[in-house]
Nanobody, 125 residues
Framework: QVQLVESGGGLVQAGDSLRLSCAAS????????MAWFRQAPGKEREFVVA????????WYSDSVKGRFTISRDAAKNMVYLHMNTLKPEDTAVYFC??????????????????WGQGTQVTVSS
C-alpha cells in the first residue's frame, strides 16, 4: 500500500516562504494525481492545489493562487508545495493526498484515496 509522509511545516512570520514536501512510498508513475489540502482548527478540510502526474495540469484554490506552487521530483518520488507570501490565514495542518484513478474529481477530499499524516504550518502576524 502507498504511504505518504509530509514534512517541512513550521512557525513563520507573515510574508515568509516555506516549502512542504511529501514522500510517496511507491513510484510516482503509479499515481494519477497528487494534491495538497489543509485543515484549520474547527474547520473542514480545504482544497489547496492538485497536480496530475501525466500531463502536469494544475488546479489552485483562489485563496492561494499566485502565492503557492505545486511541483514534483519524479526521480525522488516527491511532491512539493512552495508557499510564498504566507498569511496568518494560511495557518493549518497541511495534508498530502494521492489517487490512482481517473474516475474521481480533483478538488474534494473524497476524490483521493491516500493521505499523509499532515504537517503543521503556523503563520504569525
Amino acid at each position: 500500500q502507498v504511504q505518504l509522509v509530509e514534512s517541512g511545516g513550521g512557525l513563520v512570520q507573515a510574508g515568509d516562504s516555506l516549502r512542504l514536501s511529501c514522500a510517496a512510498s511507491r513510484r510516482a508513475s503509479s499515481i494519477v494525481a497528487m494534491a495538497w489540502f489543509r485543515q484549520a482548527p474547527g474547520k473542514e478540510r480545504e482544497f489547496v492545489v492538485a497536480l496530475t502526474m501525466t500531463d502536469g495540469d494544475t488546479w489552485y484554490s483562489d485563496s492561494v493562487k499566485g502565492r503557492f506552487t505545486i511541483s514534483r521530483d519524479a526521480a525522488k518520488n516527491m511532491v512539493y508545495l512552495h508557499m510564498n507570501t504566507l498569511k496568518p490565514e494560511d495557518t493549518a495542518v497541511y495534508f498530502c493526498a494521492a489517487k490512482f484513478t481517473w474516475r474521481t474529481g480533483w478538488t474534494r477530499p473524497n476524490d483521493y484515496g491516500y493521505w499523509g499524516q499532515g504537517t503543521q504550518v503556523t503563520v504569525s502576524s
